[in-house]
């Protein structure tokens, strides 16, 4: 493996923004079943297992992209690193508030996780992959005893788990940033590793209920088991594929602007109240309503890639 740029990983990032897109439009249609949407608190849907996954790539590339900056110097990488989640978190304030204004008011988004995920995650990043291991396991012992024992009711009542979540989903960070070194070292251990995951999660579910409102435990490790394994099959795909590039890489090479784009367009169907425009849209209104959002997106999507600039996360 080598740090340059995979288009596996590519590839899946910009299918997991898709089903963010698709999840979140079809969280507010009311003929859309259960098992699409995020699970109210205990339980496992499809929909619970986006976030994680993008999560886990951005641990793919963390490592390699902290290296890359440390050719500045130490102490600009640390900047750079700390002053991208900084501004994360500023951007989903700002998100936070526009959707205070709209009527659909939250305290806490993904982007103040992800940005809180990240400047712990930093903290450790040049540790070694055991230590990130060990680190990552016991920052979810902890988390899920504290949550057990004391803060259970704020975590539930905060979207995405509020600032004490965020603890969680840095431990799976810097859980994944471990797994994406076992990546880099070959099949063989990346493949015992998503085993050996695979088993813990397993257990893990006997002991912790699984929930990604709670972001527990179990949660946070059969995810990146699953999602290790999803990105191990893309990859094979990837490597017995000849082209280069595609939809999903367009989408995957800017995550971050497509994210915030779909925040827009999806205010052109939820902000006007009518119920049959969104809430009640029957099956074909809803079918084009989707297929317009991903058209137009995906239009933008290659428009961006020609650009000589990325934009993700």
């Not at 305290?107 to 230590?131: D, K, P, S, Y």
């Not at 050996?196 to 527990?216: E, F, M």
């Not at 915030?260 to 367009?265: I, K, M, R, S």
Request: hydrophobic share 60%.
């Amino acid at each position: 493996m080598t740090n340059e740029r995979n288009l596996a990983i590519d590839r899946f990032r910009g299918a997991l923004v898709i089903m963010m897109v698709i999840g979140d439009y079809l969280g507010g249609i009311a003929f859309v079943p259960d098992w699409l949407k995020h699970a109210p608190d205990i339980g496992f849907t499809i929909a619970d297992t986006v976030a994680p996954a993008f999560v886990f790539v951005i641990g793919l590339n963390f490592g390699p992209s902290f290296e890359r900056r440390m050719r500045d110097g130490r102490l600009a990488a640390y900047r750079h690193f700390a002053l991208r989640y900084l501004a994360l978190i500023g951007i989903g304030a700002v998100i936070s508030a526009g959707a205070t204004v709209t009527g659909q008011p939250t305290n806490w988004g993904v982007l103040q996780a992800l940005g809180v995920a990240g400047l712990i995650t930093v903290i450790f990043i040049r540790l070694a992959t055991w230590a990130r291991f060990v680190i990552g396991a016991a920052l979810l012992i902890a988390y899920q005893f504290v949550l057990d024992s004391a803060l259970l009711a704020d975590v539930l009542h905060s979207s995405h788990g509020g600032l004490f979540g965020a603890v969680s989903w840095a431990a799976l960070l810097i859980l994944a940033t471990a797994v994406a070194d076992m990546w880099r070292k070959g099949w063989l251990p990346y493949v015992l590793t998503i085993v050996s995951l695979a088993v813990a999660g397993g257990i893990s579910t006997i002991l912790v209920p699984v929930s990604k409102n709670r972001i527990s435990l179990s949660f946070a490790i059969i995810t990146l088991a699953m999602s290790a394994l999803v990105f191990l099959i893309i990859e094979l795909v990837s490597r017995a594929d000849s082209w280069r590039a595609g939809l999903f890489c367009w989408w995957g090479q800017n995550a971050l602007a497509l994210y915030l784009l779909h925040l827009l367009v999806l205010s052109v169907f939820v902000v006007p109240p009518m119920a049959w425009w969104y809430l009640d849209a029957p099956i074909w209104l809803a079918t084009l309503q989707i297929l317009a959002i991903l058209g137009f997106m995906s239009i933008i999507a290659w428009w961006l890639s020609r650009k000589p600039r990325r934009i993700f996360v």
